[in-house]
């Protein structure tokens, strides 16, 4: 009896989100899945044999648990990426930084509970290149009976944008790191699991999202693409901007969205247009013409109902891929909601400024072939971030020596004209390097870009915090006249945030979640490549201010 009861509970809990559960349940079974795209058959890692995975929905203030049984010979995590982790870093994800990872046979129960968010979200594998095909969707209603800030809309659609490749991913990054230099680009971008159309594989079809005329619907967009930051715009129709990376915006007007790895977007869009089709297109953004990126255009159709199949397509074609005034235009438009119900939290005053170079390399690799005995890293403040054995936030919390060590400089070890001629000496140094803060203190991180190699947009993101983006320029931060310009009243927040080419953005959180907090580029490329960092924060004095006991299934290394 008590039996079936759960089993009702379950069942209920685990229907979209509708009802009210404080406990939420879902299992991830990883599990090998063979699927075509592009007129070719491979062999993926998925959850549950979806790609892109299952929505995990849940409410503000509810607790998620879910168990990820490994069916894979991969050892697997899985990130939560952008909820808060509140005390549960243990629940955070990142293999080696908050747990050890699972391995094939194992099972593990993130368990954690959403505080003072709502929106959306994404979750994704956080070891190897597993994610390109084990990501999916988290969305966070608000608590039961609190509206929007914005006219509700009459319905919601999910739209996860990834990218495809042929060859299976760890091939691709494994003869990378063999060589010395950048993986292959991906073969096509995808919407909800489709590329759309393609000339040379005509078997090929795309994601339709039907709409109704006269109503509205709410596009919970996530990019979650290895490598590429993508444009995404639907023909004919204006998006309206509401909230991105799970908290809410000024709604602005736009025809063309930027999203970056990792982060989100939701959009409401009017179905006002007469009967028809309309095209919805994806396609990369890469302002450095020296970096390859995959140029395919991945579409997706708006179908308005009682359109008949005889209908022509209305297209849109995407911006070019170099069109930085397109992206910095929505950029720019980016504001924090900043009402009584949601206010700007924005710390003005700052107990540590940090500048933090973040770039490329050139290391010795004698055994690189296609790197004529060179290979390509990546850094923060020159310093390559070499995985442990051992995770991180064990070894904080038990107190073990030997896996890290607390000196990351908290500016540049020399400093030069960072977006100018580089140095002749582009080597890094080696480290598994933690910047060590008090529980509460303020944290002010200026990222700067550096044009070693080549000046690159990296989107950079923090756990276990939100940030406010208070300013952003081209060129040398100066520490003397760019803060005059900072935005302290609005700014935009989120977890994710590009760091323009060839230029400088400064975020500011504070550091009142304790624990060990991975920062890192969210191009899948840059973070193996080194470009890593993580914060250490200490527990604070009060009751609820430090880490909570770890899990007793936590992973062993
Ligand atoms: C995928 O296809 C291969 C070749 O047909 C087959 O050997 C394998 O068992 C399949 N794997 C799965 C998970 O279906
Ligand atoms: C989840 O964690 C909370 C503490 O944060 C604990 O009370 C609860 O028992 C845990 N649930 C499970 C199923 O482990
Ligand atoms: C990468 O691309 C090259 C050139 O097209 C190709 O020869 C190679 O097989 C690709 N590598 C993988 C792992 O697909
Ligand atoms: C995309 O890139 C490929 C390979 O670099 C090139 O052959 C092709 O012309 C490009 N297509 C477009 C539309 O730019
Ligand atoms: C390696 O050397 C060859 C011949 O000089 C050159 O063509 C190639 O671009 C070099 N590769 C790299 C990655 O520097
Ligand atoms: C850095 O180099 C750029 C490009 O050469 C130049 O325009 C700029 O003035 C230099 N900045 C500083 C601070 O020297
Ligand atoms: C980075 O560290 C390496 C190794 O110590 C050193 O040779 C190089 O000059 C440093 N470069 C910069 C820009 O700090
Ligand atoms: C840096 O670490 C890598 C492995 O993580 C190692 O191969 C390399 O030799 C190290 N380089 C130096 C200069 O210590
Ligand atoms: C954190 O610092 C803020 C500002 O100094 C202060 O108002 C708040 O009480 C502090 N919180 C804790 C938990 O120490
Ligand atoms: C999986 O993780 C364990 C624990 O860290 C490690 O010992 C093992 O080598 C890993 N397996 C692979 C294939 O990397
Ligand atoms: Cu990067």
New binding site residues.
Partial sequence: MEYLFRLLILVVCLSPAFVECRVRHYRFNVVMRNTSRLCSTKSIVTVNGKFPGPTIYAREDDTVLVNVVNHV???VSVHWHGIRQLRTGWADGP??ITQ??I??GQNYVYNFTITGQRGTLLWHAHILWLRATVHGALVILPKLGVPYPFPKPNHESVIVLGEWWKSDTEAVINEALKSGVAPNVSDAHTINGHTGRVSNCPSTGGFTLSVEPAKTYMLRVINAALNEELFFKIAGHKLTVVEVDATYVKPFETDTILIAPGQTTNVIVSANQGAGKYMVAASPFMDTPTVAVDNMTATATLHYSGTLSSYPTTFTSPPPQNATPVANNFINSLRSLNSNTYPATVPLKVDHSLLFTVGLGINPCPTCKAGNGSRVVANINNVTFVMP??ALLQAHYFNIKGVFTTDFPGKPPVSFNYTGTPPANLRTTNGTKLYRLAYNATVQVVLQDTGIIAPENHPVHLHGFNFFAVGRGLGNFNPRTDPNKFNLVDPVERNTIGVPSGGWVAIRFRADNPGVWFMHCHLEVHTTWGLKMAFLVDNGKGPKESVLPPPKDL???
Avoid: L
């Fill in positions: 010979k991969y050892n293999a080696y050890c990872p391995q094939p054995t051992f992973p062993k290394c």
